[in-house]
């Protein structure tokens, strides 16, 4: 019973391709923080539904399927308030305004260090 548990952050990505998944999976594991994958919005729906420990969900905007990231990141606002949302793109721009409260937005490509300081920045509330 003395063991205290130290537990890293768990960081959600939800991204289509692949490739892009794999790089910021291991960017975020290498920034210390527990990782999950999701290669659309119902997976990371499916997820969330199952999993309390969800910290950030970390999402690619442009993805195929019912959902794309912006209405993924107004979902898991609404059913998940405490999860804290960042969202990526390489194509588009998305104002703040275009995310829930408290969301961030992170252009692609994006660099091990960018991505670390968003996420850091969004656990501490700021």
């Known amino acids: 019973m003395g063991l205290v548990e130290c537990r890293r952050p768990v960081i959600l990505i939800v991204e289509d391709e692949f490739l892009l998944r794999m790089d910021a999976a291991a ?8 990782v999950v994958e999701a290669a659309n919005a ?3 729906i ?3 539904e199952t999993r309390s420990d969800i910290a ?7 993805m195929p399927g019912a959902m794309d990231g912006l209405r993924l990141a107004r979902a898991v606002r609404g059913r998940w ?3 804290k949302i960042v969202t990526t793109s390489g194509h588009i721009t998305v104002a703040d305004t275009d995310l829930p409260e408290g969301g961030r937005f992170l252009p692609k490509p994006y660099s091990a260090y960018e ?3 968003v996420l850091r920045e969004v656990m ?3």
């Open 27 to 34: 960017m975020i594991a290498d920034a210390g923080f527990a």
């Open 42 to 44: 119902d997976e990371a």
């Open 46 to 48: 499916e997820i969330l």
């Open 56 to 62: 950030v969900v970390f999402t690619d905007i442009q």
């Open 81 to 83: 308030p405490p999860i």
């Open 115 to 117: 991505v670390t300081c």
């Open 124 to 126: 501490a509330g700021g």
